[in-house]
């Protein structure tokens, strides 16, 4: 198995991939444009930030596996890779400790104005009434947007703060939020107008492009604090940069709209740096974090090495487009299942899904398929008659 890593990963988790057996490529200095290049017939693609395209995908004649060593998968083309039956694997969690603190600290440098002073500091300046002013976050409530992993992190270090929490989600229900001890927002509106910190947690794509708009940012209340440690294109810079203007709203960001690609640029929205508290798309950038995501990338290698089965797939199917089971029991011979594709083939039955588990001993063995149509009384008479079949039936 070849393997190339085309972004930095930690020393161990490169010497453990070689342990599994595996040839790696390890260069961290690859850019999108230079990937499909380099990409030859390397089977697993280890990437950070690096973007895999349409044209790297393309590219790789023996590529079956893409892995981001992060938790978003919006920097690799998702359709290109399920239309090439390329698997597509993440690493969800394993930086929700780092992110949650940042976005923490962003809320407490915000409200004490800590970036400022620093650089007046720096700059000879002492401006102590100036600096003395804060709002203070104890008894506080924070309102997050999007509850996974790290928006339930930074809901609970915020409780330990003494702060009160609220949320919306997509998927969150009034049981789920009793359950992680939040008040339950109906809308994104209606948590922009209880905050008195609003963070947000959500993924970026094409549904969530500007999802933090003049609608949200608008709700909020005169000189709350919002935060934003997800991606910049979730949040309209334009409204952002209008209601800090018009409202007296407090912006600390990590990331941003059009954001350099690499690790160093020149960051071009000046305007918008002037306005707000900032860190450089940072959030996942600790050893703890870096750590725990090399460790399951090479969790993810190993078990597609032993199984034929990544870890954490992004691009399955939720939901099988196979309706009917077809169960078959049989003795483990060769062509036994041959012969029944076969038959299937002929019935111009398509095959969704397909699981053979061999029982103890070795001898026998069940096959369920699930199929998009049933078959005839006949074809299942036909399959019935085939050698080494024990049984077979329609579920």
Known sequence: MKVLIADKLSDRAVADLKSLGAEVVFEPGLTAEKLPEAIGDGEVLIVRSTKVTAQTISRGTNLSLIIRAGAGVNTIDLLEASLRGIHVANCPGKNADAVAELAVGLMIAADRRI???????RNGVWNKKLYGK???????????????????????IARAMGM?????????TPEKAEEWDVTYCATPEEAARMADVLSVHIAAGSDTKHFIGREILESLKEGAIFINTSRGE????????????????????????????????????RELAEMITGTHHIGASTEQASDAIADEVVNIVRAYRETGKPLNLVNHQDKSAGVINLVIRHYNRVGVLAAVLNELRSAQINIEEMENSIFSGGKAAVC???????PSAEVLERIRQG????QAGVK
């Open 115 to 121: 970036a400022d002073g620093t650089a007046d500091l």
């Open 387 to 390: 050698e080494h079949i024990i």
């Open 368 to 374: 369920t398929l699930k199929l998009d149509s049933e």
């Open 164 to 172: 009160e929490t609220a949320a919306w989600s997509r998927s969150l």
């Open 134 to 156: 804060a709002n203070g976050l104890r008894g506080r409530t924070l309102s997050i947007i999007g509850m996974g992993s790290i928006g339930r992190k930074t809901a609970e």
């Open 234 to 269: 979730v949040v309209d810079t334009e409204v952002l940069k209008d209601v800090i203007r018009t409202r007296g709203i407090k912006a600390a960001l990590d990331v941003y709209e059009n954001e350099p690609a690499g690790g160093d640029g020149a960051f071009e929205d």
